[in-house]
T-cell receptor, first 115, second 112 residues
Framework: DTEVTQTPKHLVMGMTNKKSLKCEQHMGHRAMYWYKQKAKKPPELMFV???????INESVPSRFSPECPNSSLLNLHLHALQPEDSALYLC??????????????FGNGTRLTVT | GNSVTQMEGPVTLSEEAFLTINCTYTATGYPSLFWYVQYPGEGLQLLLK?????DKGSNKGFEATYRKETTSFHLEKGSVQVSDSAVYFC???????????FGTGTSLTVIP
């Protein structure tokens, strides 16, 4: 069982839709992450939140909008996506943003398909 | 810059065979090194880690030793099982702990 919970597991959306991905952890971790993973590729970092503040945005297009309402929750708001945005979106958390001694804990991801 | 290079897959082994998945890294300073495993349809799970040279990480029969002289962190298991079939990612965290770098992943299939 994963300690990082992501919902929904699967999402199909049209290019004009607005949807949100949700992530929750109750391990007391203070850093949370969004990654995008295409098939047969490693995860690519999108955003990092540390103590509920956005600390890293890896030049992600504005159609992806992260939000961290509190230390346990992380959302990713989606709007006007393109078919090439179809991927597995992974949420992760770590005790601190310093990942040397604070490994990432991943959720099982949301499989997103944009039609 | 920092990077991780893994052996290309896919790798197919018979049950009880010996497994080695090679991983080498490029990094300044003293990175921490990790192996993650991704089972079909799931997220990544931490398999093992090592935070300094000559450390050996181990878990579930898997082992990897942090070799600074060869900048390597090869994953080994003495006897694989069908349930080990998954994609394995080598990763490093840089000296400052600010960034996590993944290798390209190695797909392992174990056949009975």
């Amino acid at each position: 069982d994963t300690e990082v919970t992501q919902t929904p597991k699967h999402l199909v959306m049209g290019m004009t839709n607005k949807k949100s991905l949700k992530c929750e952890q109750h391990m007391g971790h203070r850093a949370m992450y969004w990654y995008k993973q295409k098939a047969k590729k490693p995860p690519e970092l999108m955003f990092v939140y540390s103590y509920e503040k956005l600390s890293i945005n890896e030049s992600v297009p504005s159609r992806f909008s992260p939000e961290c309402p509190n230390s346990s929750l992380l959302n990713l708001h989606l709007h006007a996506l393109q078919p090439e945005d179809s991927a597995l979106y992974l949420c992760a958390s770590s005790r601190e943003e310093d990942s040397r001694n604070s490994p990432l804990h991943f959720g099982n991801g949301t499989r997103l398909t944009v039609t | 810059g920092n990077s991780v290079t893994q052996m290309e897959g896919p790798v197919t082994l018979s049950e009880e065979a010996f497994l080695t998945i090679n991983c080498t890294y490029t990094a300044t300073g003293y990175p921490s090194l990790f192996w993650y495993v991704q089972y079909p349809g799931e997220g990544l799970q931490l398999l093992l880690k090592a935070t300094k040279a000559d450390d050996k990480g181990s878990n579930k029969g898997f082992e990897a030793t942090y070799r600074k002289e060869t900048t390597s962190f090869h994953l080994e298991k003495g006897s694989v099982q069908v349930s080990d079939s998954a994609v394995y990612f080598c990763a490093l965290s840089d000296d400052a702990g600010n960034q996590f770098y993944f290798g390209t992943g190695t797909s392992l299939t174990v056949i009975p």
